[in-house]
């Protein structure tokens, strides 16, 4: 009888080992995940002439990579003693669903070794092959993420390794398969990147006049008095969702219609969304708690606004993209060549009108979805959203 508790005890210690390996492995390097969304949260990595934060735009991948390349890394004295690769690669250029699963080499050398790595000067590095995008099609520049990465070797990396992705098509799976490499990134960042520019032709944010008062430039939304904050609204802080606007939705019978004919998937654009009801909502909604089929309706009233929430991130991700891709340029300069220190602008006024159109779909999604969350708060029904429902990296 005295076997079994020991062997517990011996079991609960090996389970105790586990669990500090595992910290002890994460602490200081990117989740286990090449594709996180949460690149600037990893221990960083940088070239010289690249942005020295992660998020800063970039308005040229490979031209500080054509001359002798020097990495810096942070804190390399964590590093361990095997051999090291650096990876550039650019994310989205495949296109979908190719993005999800591949990416396009841009930049690969190898064998880079810890005391390289640690001088205070950088690491020169030596690339496996020159570094390239691919161009631009038609007459419009492109705008993506580019992420550098820092991987550890199992072993040296041969000479004719790299020639195998001779179309530089790098699969991430290959990570989880092959000799060299150990499977997670331990250094990683990311810069929105203009990957190139056509000289003659503005890129198709252009191709829409500004008005006046957007000369110089546009803004974020500044909080307002009537600003809701919610369980809802304070994962998009980009979004300003005004609690008139909410009621506004609320005497709408686009609810009403969502709940009697049940679409598939919530209609953004129904002629209910205009039209006012002649009954109280919420009366409406109280009565029906007390039917039959409550917990059928208080279900749907959960996943409406589970489905409005994961819109919601769909439309602010293309809000982020403008943004981003905005502040690749240069501010607008007056009519004497000085910079217009009146205001500092958000937003370039090339992409004003795409970032204010897009600002409004945003926030129209945002407030059906707090309605939403607002009955459910009415039925005293807890809601939390599920953060792992849509990818936006």
Not at 321 to 347: A, F, K
Request: with cysteine; glycine share 4%; charged share 20%.
């Amino acid at each position: 009888m005295d076997q079994y508790p020991r062997s517990v005890h011996q079991l609960q210690l090996f389970v105790v080992f586990l669990l500090l390996q595992q910290i002890s492995v994460a602490v200081g390097s990117c989740t286990c995940c090449l594709r996180t969304r949460t690149v600037c949260d990893c221990a960083q990595l940088r070239f010289d002439h690249h942005p020295k934060d992660c998020g800063d735009g970039l308005e040229n991948a490979t031209n500080a990579l054509l001359e002798k390349p020097i990495l810096f890394v942070s804190n390399p004295a964590d590093l361990s003693d095997e051999l090291h690769s650096v990876l550039i690669l650019d994310t989205h250029v495949l296109g979908h669903p190719k993005m999800w699963s591949h990416a396009y080499i841009v930049f690969a050398a190898s064998n880079l070794n810890k005391t390289c790595l640690k001088q205070p000067t950088g690491c020169h590095v030596q690339p496996e092959y020159k570094p390239h995008t691919i161009p631009c099609e038609g007459e419009n520049a492109r705008y993506g993420p580019l992420r550098v990465i820092l991987i550890q070797q199992k072993t040296a990396v041969t000479n004719n390794f790299w020639k195998q992705f001779a179309q530089r098509i790098f699969p991430y799976s290959y990570l989880y398969e092959n000799p060299f490499f150990m499977k997670s990134p331990i250094r990683m960042t990311e810069y929105p990147t203009l990957y190139c520019r056509h000289a003659e032709k503005f890129d198709i944010f252009l191709y829409t006049p500004f008005k006046e008062e957007e000369r110089y430039g546009c803004n974020l939304e500044q909080p307002s008095p009537d600003q809701v904050k919610s369980v809802f609204t304070n994962h998009f802080p980009l979004l300003v969702v005004r609690q008139a606007d909410v009621n506004q939705d609320l005497q709408r019978c686009h609810i009403h219609e969502d709940w009697t004919s049940k679409p598939v998937r919530p209609r953004s654009e129904s002629k209910m969304f205009g039209k006012i009801c002649s009954f109280d909502i919420l009366t409406w909604v109280s009565l029906m708690t007390t039917a039959e089929n409550a917990s059928t309706f208080v279900g749907f009233m959960k996943q409406r606004t589970n489905d409005w929430f994961t819109l919601t991130q769909l439309e602010v991700m293309h809000l982020e993209t403008i943004l981003n891709s905005s502040r690749l340029y240069e501010p607008v300069l007056t009519d004497d060549g000085h910079p217009h220190y009146e205001t500092s602008y958000d937003v370039h006024p090339y992409f004003c009108p795409a970032f204010l159109k897009q600002l409004e779909k945003a926030r129209r999604t945002a407030t059906r979805g707090e309605a939403y969350l607002q009955i459910l708060r009415f039925l005293k029904v807890e809601w939390n959203p599920n953060l792992n429902y849509y990818r936006t990296d």
